[in-house]
């Protein structure tokens, strides 16, 4: 009898270990902020990106969207301005009109950048404004720059391409630069959570 107590304490164990080891895998393929997840290594056009890190913005009271920072694979120091391909994928927990974005983003780059710098990028946000859609709960906006070439998509549509370098690190920068929307989330995104 004590026999089979210890062999059917050992099975148990043995149970608890191997779901231990299918939980870690299935988590350590992607990760979850508020529900939304994010793969840890994503492919988009012929590149490999691996994550840096990922966060959620609050904006006031509220909780906005969910975010996750991708960079080139081998690239693991965050360079979110430079020249390298990455990507910022964020998902919404609210309903946000196409005139907002066109309006944040705008401010945000004015307030951001200096004066020479915003008429650098002026042509290529004004075509970027114009294409923004409204989101609802669950979408998924993707800004991801190859290294020729800046795209916005919206639930894996694209909006918009740019061949534009300045401009590339000017968006990237709303999130991911010295004057961030949100330095939590910003570092968050970066990894130094």
Same mark, same amino acid.
């Given at each position: 009898?004590?026999?089979?107590?210890?062999?059917?304490?050992?099975?148990?164990?043995?149970?608890?270990?191997?779901?231990?080891?299918?939980t870690?895998?299935?988590?350590?393929?992607?990760?979850t902020?508020?529900?939304?997840?994010? #793969?840890?290594?994503?492919?988009?056009?012929? @590149? &490999? $990106?691996?994550?840096?890190?990922? =966060?959620?913005?609050?904006?006031?009271i +509220?909780?906005?969207?969910?975010?996750?920072?991708?960079?080139l694979?081998?690239?693991?120091?965050?360079?979110?301005?430079?020249?390298?391909?990455?990507?910022?994928?964020?998902?919404?927990?609210h309903?946000?009109?196409?005139?907002?974005?066109?309006?944040?983003?705008?401010?945000?780059?004015?307030?951001?950048?200096?004066?020479?710098?915003?008429?650098?990028? #002026?042509?290529?946000?004004?075509?970027?404004? @114009? &294409? $923004?859609?409204?989101?609802?709960? =669950?979408?998924?906006?993707?800004?991801? +720059?190859?290294?020729?070439?800046?795209r916005?998509?919206?639930?894996?549509?694209?909006?918009?391409?740019e061949?534009?370098?300045?401009?590339?690190?000017?968006?990237?920068?709303?999130?991911?630069?010295?004057?961030?929307?949100?330095?939590?989330?910003?570092?968050?995104?970066?990894?130094?959570n």
């Amino acid at each position: 009898m004590l026999r089979q107590r210890k062999n059917h304490t050992a099975a148990k164990a043995a149970l608890a270990v191997c779901l231990m080891l299918i939980t870690a895998g299935v988590s350590a393929n992607s990760v979850t902020e508020r529900g939304e997840r994010f #793969e840890r290594v994503v492919e988009e056009n012929g @590149q &490999r $990106y691996t994550l840096i890190g990922s =966060g959620v913005f609050r904006y006031m009271i +509220w909780t906005a969207y969910a975010g996750a920072y991708y960079q080139l694979e081998g690239q693991t120091q965050p360079q979110p301005t430079s020249d390298i391909p990455r990507r910022l994928e964020l998902a919404y927990f609210h309903a946000i009109e196409a005139a907002d974005f066109a309006e944040a983003t705008e401010k945000t780059l004015r307030d951001s950048l200096t004066l020479y710098e915003f008429n650098q990028i #002026e042509e290529p946000l004004a075509r970027l404004n @114009q &294409r $923004y859609r409204d989101v609802v709960p =669950g979408d998924r906006y993707l800004l991801s +720059w190859d290294g020729e070439q800046l795209r916005l998509a919206l639930n894996g549509e694209v909006l918009l391409e740019e061949e534009n370098a300045e401009f590339a690190s000017a968006m990237f920068s709303i999130w991911l630069g010295e004057r961030p929307l949100g330095e939590g989330f910003r570092d968050a995104l970066l990894g130094k959570n």
